[in-house]
């Protein structure tokens, strides 16, 4: 098990990226209402209706599952924010969770929900990569 360090952002900047981390929080919240919103009116407009062809119902079934994976990459997104202010509050913002580093602060302002440093995201992604071309 790694070590975390404690992270050196000082207490302006974890200020500020808290406050951008609520915000983006409150943002996707609201974008997540209006989906479901969006959702349940096109449900409700096609329960309406009377018998649909294939075209049509073809259709409604594409859009219902396209708002269904942006409904749950919202919540997800969600949970990032949720867990990032959880790891501000509990004082371990910042560290890399795989190395334990302190995680650069360009990177937490690019992306205020980063859970590994430049080193290991590269790292992570070159894996996942590598395992995808050869399921091939």
Do not use: W
């Not at 096109?42 to 409604?60: G, I, K, M, P």
């Not at 602060?105 to 995808?132: I, T």
């Amino acid at each position: 098990m790694n070590t975390m360090k404690l992270c050196c952002l000082n207490g302006a900047q974890l200020k500020s990226l808290k406050r951008e981390l609520q915000i983006l929080e409150e943002q996707l919240q609201a974008d997540l209402k209006a989906e479901q919103s969006d959702q349940q009116n096109e449900l409700n407009q096609v329960s309406c209706t009377e018998v649909l062809d294939r075209v049509e119902a073809a259709a409604v079934v594409g859009i219902n599952q396209a708002r269904l994976s942006h409904i749950k990459q919202l919540e997800d997104e969600i949970r990032e924010c949720h867990s990032a202010l959880s790891r501000i509050d509990e004082g371990h913002y910042g560290s890399c969770e795989k190395c334990g580093e302190e995680i650069e602060l360009n990177r937490l302002m690019a992306n205020p929900v980063a859970l590994l440093c430049v080193g290991c995201q590269s790292k992570d992604e070159l894996h996942r990569n590598r395992n995808s071309d050869s399921a091939f």
